[in-house]
Nanobody, 119 residues
């Protein structure tokens, strides 16, 4: 089993920045073989991909946050971070860390963390 724990959320004014971090633990040696990502879900909306990073460090950033958000990973620390700059009220959502472990064909989710951007 893999546990994902998010941190770094909170309340910020529009134009501000936050850095989310996801720490992986459990029955894994390292996240280096895992695809990692961040999703978000706003009230009344479906969960959507924000950013993803493959085991080869290829990234995929949603158009809505491109140029403002970046995703990075530290395999030695088993963490994946989401740097969010120039935040907008529409970025308000619960943000979820996601991991896909290909050797088990298994997907894992964190419990989610609230990000609120005030106007």
């Amino acid at each position: 089993q893999v546990q994902l724990v998010e941190s770094g959320g909170g309340l910020v004014q529009a134009g501000g920045s936050l850095r989310l971090s996801c720490a992986a633990s459990g029955s894994i040696f390292s996240i280096n073989t895992m695809a990692m990502g961040w999703y978000r879900q706003a009230p009344g909306k479906q969960r959507e991909l924000v950013a993803a990073i493959t085991s080869e460090d290829r990234t995929n950033i949603a158009d809505s946050v491109k140029g403002r958000f970046t995703i990075s990973r530290d395999n030695a620390k088993n963490t994946v971070d989401l740097q969010m700059n120039s935040l907008k009220p529409e970025d308000t959502a619960v943000y979820y860390c996601n991991a896909y472990y290909p050797y088990r064909d298994a997907t894992y989710w964190g419990q989610g963390i609230q990000v609120t951007v005030s106007s």
